[in-house]
């Protein structure tokens, strides 16, 4: 993208707001939220993990984010890690014209804001007779994230006649030197005199404290290069893809790119957690929002993901505690991410230099996987019991997600190991995650109304209830307050979908079921019907208790229910893209209790939502497009009647372009490699530079 159109390109045609008059408008006539009169909460966000920025719609940096160590904490049954933040709040940028200084954060001139290739925020702040644009980013340059948020200014002279312009210094404080101690501020460009119609460039760095060096770098450097090699960073992330709803194509790009800005690196490069999701920026760590979060990392970020890891690696299991008993039982799920991400990892990439470079990661997996497989005694289903899911239970004597997840940790260690050719331990989880298979298959289904499905747990004496009794004691108790629509008689109905219970959502993902599986179709559709006590009709999506009228994961649950009835998957499509903010975010709890479809609200007790994202990015990408790999060969198996293009994907190993009619797929491999491609029949090796055609399978 060349700096002109920065400056010039068209208004993003969803995801903008438009501020005149005290009057907020948008071009977007989906989003529910064009309908709120009120910008509060409404943030648009920059991150290269190293850096968070939340800018408001004046164009005001909100909070400036940069991240630092972890410390262990005794808080909530999904937190036990805390991020250490280093935040300044409230920087804005004043312009001087012809002697006259304007304040860009005031609300005495018309503003536009959207976002530029679905990723950085653009401000255009229009007055009488000159513009001013703002491109806020924090540079990626060939990988290499640096700790500061930068903002590009363009002025442009819309007169004709001269103008003489400067960009003011920012104030390193407000009213004592004291007040803003947290960011060191840089500035490129002084002053210029712009003819009619011509530009004036300046540039503003604002640098951790900590990467100090980093100014020196910033002045010596040229920052519209940096500005073009972020922007390149991103299209390469998402590849060229287009479809006939280019809705669809902005939604996807916008939740790859949130769940990205979900996570926090410090500055020497480690991981150091997440937050909610890209706002606001949270010292908790919520383990699973972060797991979640992390997903499309296997598939499209191969170093963050090695980092990611690591990070559960250490973090994953809650140490012993005095509120909080802790160890692998306190979540089984959360306990297993580090082992979960490394074999999806290994799935998609087919690395096998990162285990041997970080032995402990699977030395630490298959601990943990014997410490669970001990528990089991005689006479007992193979089956393992989990308290917490994240902050609410994993229901039942044992859930049925939480024993998905050890089954997935079983089956990826025993690739990883056949890979290492460490043939005895392969075999051994095999035969592991085989019979798990077989016990969740057989003793975690019920006869539903729509044909045999998954429950969410079974209990004790009776399968599809579970005494709530377990839970009446001192601290469990108050998570009870997310079950509200599921306790009958002292007992909890299993036969039921936890919105905040995504990993039975994810079994294709997994390839625990192929999404075609009648007992994944059956249970999606129970999810999402009124069958399902804790579905709501009117919102279209499913509660929580009595904390919010929807959790937004359930939203991608929904929308699973449908995937092979086109007409159906497109409508939950669209609910999506209405529920999106004017920026392309989701928000965690978009509604009240008792709300009507439609009324929104932002910043709703949780901020954005990086859960949502990542599972939507992942099922988009594996069920829906069809993309996935199976013991290093590439599988596309689209829906029914999705046709779309989608150029210079690096997807995993694969360098690839699709072309996806509805008779036949194209796969040109990009790659320096030859690549393998399942076309079902048969696996065909396509070589560097070569084009496969492969007939779409009739159903």
């Given at each position: 993208?060349?700096?002109?159109?920065?400056?010039?390109?068209?208004?993003?045609?969803?995801?903008?707001?438009?501020?005149?008059?005290?009057?907020?408008?948008?071009?977007?006539?989906?989003?529910?939220?064009?309908?709120?009169?009120?910008?509060?909460?409404?943030?648009?966000?920059?991150?290269?993990?190293?850096?968070?920025?939340?800018?408001?719609?004046?164009?005001?940096?909100?909070?400036?984010?940069?991240?630092?160590?972890?410390?262990?904490?005794?808080?909530?049954?999904?937190?036990?890690?805390?991020?250490?933040?280093?935040?300044?709040?409230?920087?804005?940028?004043?312009?001087?014209?012809?002697?006259?200084?304007?304040?860009?954060?005031?609300?005495?001139?018309?503003?536009?804001v959207d976002v530029i290739q679905d990723c950085l925020p653009r401000y255009i702040h229009h007055y009488s007779t000159f513009k001013v644009i703002v491109v806020s980013f924090a540079p990626i340059l060939a990988n290499k994230r640096l700790s500061m948020l930068v903002q590009q200014v363009y002025i442009v002279n819309e007169t004709h006649e001269s103008l003489q312009v400067s960009v003011k210094d920012v104030p390193s404080y407000q009213e004592k030197y004291s007040d803003q101690q947290n960011v060191l501020i840089s500035q490129k460009g002084n002053k210029d005199t712009i003819a009619q119609q011509e530009v004036a460039s300046f540039a503003i760095a604002f640098v951790?404290?900590?990467?100090?060096?980093?100014?020196?770098?910033?002045?010596?450097?040229?920052?519209?290069?940096?500005?073009?090699?972020?922007?390149?960073?991103?299209?390469?992330?998402?590849?060229?893809?287009?479809?006939?709803?280019?809705?669809?194509?902005?939604?996807?790009?916008?939740?790859?790119?949130?769940?990205?800005?979900?996570?926090?690196?410090?500055?020497?490069?480690?991981?150091?957690?997440?937050?909610?999701?890209?706002?606001?920026?949270?010292?908790?760590?919520?383990?699973?929002?972060?797991?979640?979060?992390?997903?499309?990392?296997?598939?499209?970020?191969?170093?963050?993901?090695?980092?990611?890891?690591?990070w559960f690696d250490q973090y994953g299991v809650k140490f012993p505690g005095s509120k909080f008993t802790g160890g692998i039982n306190h979540s089984l799920s959360n306990s297993l991410s580090s082992a979960l991400l490394a074999s999806l990892y290994f799935e998609h990439t087919g690395d096998t230099k990162f285990f041997e470079r970080c032995p402990q990661v699977l030395l630490n997996a298959s601990r943990i996987i014997e410490d669970i497989l001990a528990q089991r005694r005689s006479g007992e289903p193979m089956l393992f019991p989990s308290v917490w899911l994240s902050d609410a239970f994993a229901l039942g004597k044992y859930h049925t997600g939480s024993n998905l997840c050890?089954?997935?940790?079983?089956?990826?260690?025993?690739?990883?190991?056949?890979?290492?050719?460490?043939?005895?331990?392969?075999?051994?989880?095999?035969?592991?995650?085989?019979?798990?298979?077989?016990?969740?298959?057989?003793?975690?289904?019920?006869?539903?109304?729509?044909?045999?499905?998954?429950?969410?747990?079974?209990?004790?004496?009776?399968?599809?209830?579970?005494?709530?009794?377990?839970?009446?004691?001192?601290?469990?108790?108050?998570?009870?307050?997310?079950?509200?629509?599921?306790?009958?008689?002292?007992?909890?109905?299993?036969?039921?979908?936890?919105?905040?219970?995504?990993?039975?959502?994810?079994?294709?993902?997994?390839?625990?079921?192929?999404?075609?599986?009648?007992?994944?179709?059956?249970?999606?559709?129970?999810?999402?019907?009124?069958?399902?006590?804790?579905?709501?009709?009117?919102?279209?999506?499913?509660?929580?208790?009595?904390?919010?009228?929807?959790?937004?994961?359930?939203?991608?649950?929904?929308?699973?229910?449908?995937?092979?009835?086109?007409?159906?998957?497109?409508?939950?499509?669209?609910?999506?893209?209405?529920?999106?903010?004017?920026?392309?975010?989701?928000?965690?709890?978009?509604?009240?209790?008792?709300?009507?479809?439609?009324?929104?609200?932002?910043?709703?007790?949780?901020?954005?939502?990086?859960?949502?994202?990542?599972?939507?990015?992942?099922?988009?990408?594996?069920?829906?497009?069809?993309?996935?790999?199976?013991?290093?060969?590439?599988?596309?198996?689209?829906?029914?009647?999705?046709?779309?293009?989608?150029?210079?994907?690096?997807?995993?190993?694969?360098?690839?372009?699709?072309?996806?009619?509805?008779?036949?797929?194209?796969?040109?491999?990009?790659?320096?490699?030859?690549?393998?491609?399942?076309?079902?029949?048969?696996?065909?090796?396509?070589?560097?530079?070569?084009?496969?055609?492969?007939?779409?399978?009739?159903?």
């Amino acid at each position: 993208m060349t700096i002109n159109e920065v400056i010039y390109s068209p208004k993003h045609p969803f995801f903008n707001a438009e501020l005149n008059d005290g009057n907020v408008t948008t071009s977007n006539e989906y989003s529910y939220y064009r309908n709120i009169p009120d910008v509060k909460g409404l943030t648009f966000d920059v991150s290269n993990q190293k850096t968070l920025a939340n800018l408001d719609v004046f164009g005001t940096i909100q909070t400036l984010t940069f991240y630092r160590e972890n410390l262990l904490t005794e808080e909530k049954p999904g937190v036990w890690v805390n991020k250490q933040l280093s935040q300044t709040n409230s920087l804005s940028l004043k312009v001087e014209v012809n002697g006259i200084v304007y304040h860009l954060s005031e609300s005495d001139h018309r503003i536009e804001v959207d976002v530029i290739q679905d990723c950085l925020p653009r401000y255009i702040h229009h007055y009488s007779t000159f513009k001013v644009i703002v491109v806020s980013f924090a540079p990626i340059l060939a990988n290499k994230r640096l700790s500061m948020l930068v903002q590009q200014v363009y002025i442009v002279n819309e007169t004709h006649e001269s103008l003489q312009v400067s960009v003011k210094d920012v104030p390193s404080y407000q009213e004592k030197y004291s007040d803003q101690q947290n960011v060191l501020i840089s500035q490129k460009g002084n002053k210029d005199t712009i003819a009619q119609q011509e530009v004036a460039s300046f540039a503003i760095a604002f640098v951790d404290p900590n990467a100090f060096e980093e100014v020196m770098t910033f002045q010596e450097s040229d920052i519209e290069k940096w500005l073009k090699e972020t922007l390149n960073y991103f299209a390469q992330l998402f590849g060229q893809l287009s479809m006939p709803n280019d809705r669809v194509v902005h939604l996807y790009r916008r939740a790859l790119y949130h769940s990205f800005s979900s996570f926090g690196m410090n500055r020497q490069g480690q991981v150091v957690g997440s937050n909610w999701g890209s706002y606001p920026a949270t010292n908790r760590i919520w383990n699973k929002d972060m797991y979640y979060a992390s997903l499309p990392f296997t598939m499209f970020e191969p170093e963050l993901c090695q980092k990611t890891v690591l990070w559960f690696d250490q973090y994953g299991v809650k140490f012993p505690g005095s509120k909080f008993t802790g160890g692998i039982n306190h979540s089984l799920s959360n306990s297993l991410s580090s082992a979960l991400l490394a074999s999806l990892y290994f799935e998609h990439t087919g690395d096998t230099k990162f285990f041997e470079r970080c032995p402990q990661v699977l030395l630490n997996a298959s601990r943990i996987i014997e410490d669970i497989l001990a528990q089991r005694r005689s006479g007992e289903p193979m089956l393992f019991p989990s308290v917490w899911l994240s902050d609410a239970f994993a229901l039942g004597k044992y859930h049925t997600g939480s024993n998905l997840c050890l089954w997935k940790a079983c089956i990826g260690l025993a690739e990883i190991f056949e890979a290492l050719e460490q043939l005895s331990l392969s075999k051994r989880y095999k035969n592991i995650a085989c019979k798990l298979k077989e016990s969740i298959c057989k003793q975690m289904t019920i006869d539903g109304p729509f044909g045999e499905q998954f429950l969410e747990g079974i209990g004790d004496e009776e399968k599809t209830t579970y005494s709530v009794k377990h839970y009446q004691k001192p601290i469990l108790e108050q998570g009870l307050i997310f079950l509200s629509d599921v306790i009958v008689d002292g007992k909890i109905n299993l036969l039921m979908h936890d919105g905040e219970e995504s990993d039975t959502t994810l079994m294709p993902f997994y390839q625990f079921l192929d999404n075609k599986d009648h007992l994944y179709q059956n249970t999606m559709a129970f999810s999402a019907s009124s069958f399902n006590p804790t579905y709501s009709e009117e919102i279209k999506g499913i509660t929580w208790g009595l904390e919010s009228g929807a959790t937004f994961p359930g939203f991608i649950t929904v929308l699973m229910s449908e995937l092979h009835n086109p007409q159906a998957f497109v409508t939950r499509l669209e609910e999506l893209i209405c529920l999106a903010d004017l920026d392309g975010s989701w928000w965690w709890w978009p509604y009240r209790l008792e709300a009507q479809q439609g009324e929104v609200v932002r910043d709703f007790g949780c901020g954005k939502c990086g859960w949502a994202s990542g599972l939507f990015v992942s099922l988009m990408i594996s069920q829906y497009f069809g993309l996935k790999f199976k013991k290093g060969v590439l599988q596309i198996d689209p829906v029914d009647n999705l046709t779309f293009s989608w150029k210079n994907l690096k997807f995993g190993q694969a360098f690839i372009s699709i072309e996806c009619t509805q008779s036949e797929l194209s796969i040109s491999n990009l790659s320096e490699k030859p690549l393998k491609i399942s076309d079902t029949k048969k696996i065909l090796h396509v070589e560097k530079g070569k084009t496969i055609h492969i007939q779409r399978r009739k159903r």
